[in-house]
């Protein structure tokens, strides 16, 4: 039997052996589902214009004719080409957000086209916060000013969102940050406010575009991805309902067969990759097609070429200066349309390229594909994105993965 200093000793050296062997650090998966906006009416020319408000493009004139036209059909009084817009053509689905302690809950709209997560606060007057929950940092026992920091997002159109930042605590899924920046809005145009029950953006783009001055600041996904079984995020968005977002894994029970990934190009600070090729229907077209897979961005938004040999296919179509894009009868045959990714095939039905009628009862409808040409920049929004299972992944060399939906 050992003596009473030996049970010391190897006590002692087991002690210093077990500290000596590093803890694994629990890693982490969730899931968080969207929630449908009851004021949401869909709007096409509203939904182009909001594409081109976000990567600060000057509004052709026939966009701005269409907007002026809208607002005077639903009795809203507008200037010039400061457009106001209706409250009813806002953001779908949004997804609730916690920020603070206690938590305070927000709608924020997930937006892989930027970097910025910003809400609205009580450092707005009050008529600005009418219609939307904010966020208090004055009864959050965590929240910390970011002393000389502040935010400014501006648009082409001329409106646009800014303030100063804080740092607090923010809760997605389940999944905490302490010291996420929090961009507190303190003045924000009418475009936004009449955006109601969306209280804000989560930015999931790359944070090397954050707006945060002097100092960009890190988003949500950089921040928690080290803590993330997989450094990576998924969009399972759905045509018609509410979809979710899967952080840190990929649900094998939301899409079929193996996901294919394909390089993604960061240079501009977005989810930017290449299509092989495309085709309308049963034509296929060789032509390669670059664009950002964004969230944030409701319509498909590609070159001119493309878009005219899709509409070619649909009886009664035309490019309309009314309504502020292609239209068609809502009761016309439309093709499907299929990108190519890698060796996938991505067909979006083409119930979802059948956006909404131009007007509440109107027997013409406004394509969900448009032409990206004043805008810079091809863009593949929901339409495109609800018919796949869509991987963000955020690794060392980012790559985005496509998956076919399971039924």
């Known amino acids: 039997m050992p003596s009473l200093s030996q049970s010391v000793l190897l006590a002692t050296a087991a002690f210093s052996l077990a500290s ?3 803890i694994e650090e629990q890693k982490s998966h969730f899931t968080v589902h969207q929630v449908r906006n009851p004021n949401h009416v869909k709007n096409g020319a ?19 004719s269409a907007l002026n036209q809208t607002a005077a059909n639903t009795k809203r009084a507008t200037t010039g080409s400061a457009v106001t817009t209706p409250e009813d053509y806002d ?24 970097a910025d997560l910003w809400v609205f606060s009580t450092e707005l007057a009050s008529k600005y916060q009418s219609g939307h929950s904010v966020y208090n940092p004055s009864k959050s026992n965590t929240a910390k000013k970011l002393s000389g920091s502040t935010w400014d997002i501006s648009y082409g159109d001329g409106s646009g969102a800014s303030g ?5 605590v923010v809760n997605i899924g389940g999944v905490s940050f302490a010291s996420q920046a929090v961009e507190a809005a ?38 928690v991805k080290s803590s993330l079984t997989s450094p990576l995020f998924a969009a399972d ?7 979710s977002y899967d ?22 600070g977005f989810w930017q990759f290449t299509a092989a090729s495309y085709s309308v229907g049963s034509t296929s077209y060789s032509t390669k097609v670059s664009g950002i897979a964004d969230t944030g ?78 805008i810079g920049i091809n863009i593949f929004g929901d339409i495109a994105l609800k018919a796949a299972y869509v991987v963000f992944n955020g690794a060392s060399t980012p790559t985005l993965g496509f998956a076919t939906k399971a039924t």
């Open 20 to 22: 000596a062997v590093p």
């Open 237 to 243: 968005l759905k045509h018609g309902t509410a979809g």
């Open 297 to 374: 961005t409701t319509l498909l938004l590609l070159p001119d070429t493309i878009v005219k040999n899709y509409y070619s296919k649909v009886s009664g179509s035309s490019n309309s200066n009314t309504y502020g894009g292609y239209v068609f009868p809502c009761t016309a045959t439309l093709p499907t349309f299929t990108y190519v990714v890698g060796t996938k095939s991505i067909v979006i039905p083409a119930s979802y390229l059948n956006y909404a009628p131009v007007e509440d009862g109107s027997s013409t409808c406004y394509g969900g594909l448009q032409s990206s040409s004043g």
């Open 46 to 64: 509203f939904a182009l214009a909001k594409a081109y408000r976000k990567f600060g493009a000057t509004f052709p004139e026939y966009l701005t």
């Open 91 to 114: 953001v779908e689905y949004l997804t609730p957000v916690s920020i603070g302690t206690p938590a305070q809950t927000l709608n924020l709209d997930f937006d892989t086209g930027s």
């Open 164 to 168: 100063d930042v804080y740092t607090d």
């Open 247 to 268: 952080f840190g894994y990929a649900d094998s029970s939301k899409y079929t067969g193996s996901i294919t990934y394909t390089s993604v190009s960061t240079s501009q």
């Open 186 to 223: 303190d003045t924000i145009s009418t475009q936004f406010t009449e955006d109601t029950n969306n209280d804000g953006l989560v930015g999931l783009a790359f944070s090397s575009i954050n707006t945060v001055s002097p100092k960009a600041q890190k988003t949500f996904f950089d921040n």
